[in-house]
């Protein structure tokens, strides 16, 4: 089993910036792909960046040139730096990743953008 750890949520002023963390723990052994998914009231859960174990990313269209992902492997965690955020981004983030074709969640982190 991994269990996955989201933090760095919180409320923001439109063009402010956040950063969150997954930190994955368990049986870590296997992890490649890690990402970050979010879910906004009243819609569907929709991917915004992930990342392989070779560092490869790619992103959501809505997100390319505000967000980066990254990840520290020695310490099983994945990051996603978020600037000029929007209003449109608030959302609940959540962490996935995958070992071996199997995927697990972490329970998110509520990302507001407000004034």
């Known amino acids: 089993q991994v269990q996955l750890v989201e933090s760095g949520g919180g409320l923001v002023q439109p063009g402010g910036s956040l950063r969150l963390s997954c930190a994955a723990s368990?049986?870590?052994?296997?992890?490649?792909?890690m990402a970050w998914y979010r879910q906004a009231p009243g819609k569907e859960r929709e991917l915004v960046a992930n990342i392989d174990g070779g560092g490869s990313a790619a992103y959501a269209d809505s997100v390319k040139g505000r967000f980066t992902i990254s990840r520290d492997n020695a310490k099983n965690t994945v990051y996603l730096q978020m600037n000029s955020l929007k209003p449109e981004d608030t959302a609940v983030y959540y962490c996935?990743?995958?070992?071996?074709?199997?995927?697990?969640w972490g329970k998110g982190t509520l990302v507001t953008v407000s004034s």
């Open positions: 368990g049986r870590v052994f296997g992890i490649n792909t």
């Open positions: 996935k990743v995958l070992k071996f074709g199997i995927a697990y």
